[in-house]
């Protein structure tokens, strides 16, 4: 596609449910990362792929939180049993390699009630 | 810790006024430096970018950044601010496919 994708664009749950956020980079990229941007707040770094393999998942704030990538291509970040401090904007971003730019999909809004 | 550190949460200037805005990073090596701009309501945009050579780097909309291995800075600047640059500034650091970013500074634009 011509940037990159997020589904859906809004979610809200309640409380102890799970939740899955679906990113598509620009075909190509290898480099995939998901951010948290909580309200009034600079962006988190939640997890990094390269290729199909996260070598970096420092970010992620508790086992409730996994993400996953296949085929190069699409992402998954599910977060289980929702808290309401899980209310957040989640980015997902793609680049070809450090060099290059991120570039950043609109976001899922994730509304915990 | 490789990190990226913004000072100031909020800043205010006067329209047509001088803007600085400022990054320091702490890394083992010099990493490739970014400056990216959120408006409100919209996405993230790169403002410039910085790999190396020529220290003073030149972006979009009328910005610049200065990298200075001394300092561990690369402060983000312009001669003029117009009411439309009125938005949250994020810089980011990169190191191995890695981005760390900054907490952002707010920009408030006064009339």
């Known amino acids: 596609g011509a940037g990159v994708s997020q589904s859906p664009s809004n979610k809200v749950t309640e409380k102890g449910k799970d939740v899955e956020l679906r990113c598509d980079p620009i075909?190509?990229?290898?480099?995939l990362y998901w951010y948290r941007q909580r309200l009034g707040q600079g962006l988190e770094f939640l997890i990094y792929f390269q290729g199909n393999s996260a070598p970096d998942k420092s970010g992620l704030p508790s086992d409730r939180f996994s993400a996953e990538r296949t085929g190069e291509s699409v992402s998954t970040l599910t977060i289980q049993r929702t808290q309401q401090e899980d209310s957040a904007v989640y980015l997902c971003?793609?680049?070809?390699?450090?060099?290059?730019?991120?570039?950043f999909g609109s976001g899922t809004q994730l509304s915990v009630l | 810790a490789q990190s990226v550190t913004q000072p100031d949460i909020h800043i205010t200037v006067s329209e047509g006024a001088s803007l600085e805005l400022r990054c320091n990073y702490s890394y083992g090596a010099t990493p490739y430096l970014f400056w990216y701009v959120q408006s409100p309501g919209q996405g993230l945009q790169l403002l410039l970018k910085y790999f190396s050579g020529d220290t003073l780097v030149q972006g979009i909309k009328g910005f610049e950044a200065e990298f200075k291995r001394s300092q561990s800075s690369f402060n983000l600047r312009k001669p003029s601010v117009h009411w439309s640059d009125a938005a949250e500034y994020f810089c980011a650091g990169s190191n191995f496919n890695k981005f760390y970013f900054g907490s952002g500074t707010k920009l408030n634009v006064k009339p």
């Open positions: 075909s190509g990229h290898t480099a």
């Open positions: 971003a793609s680049s070809t390699d450090r060099r290059e730019k991120l570039f």
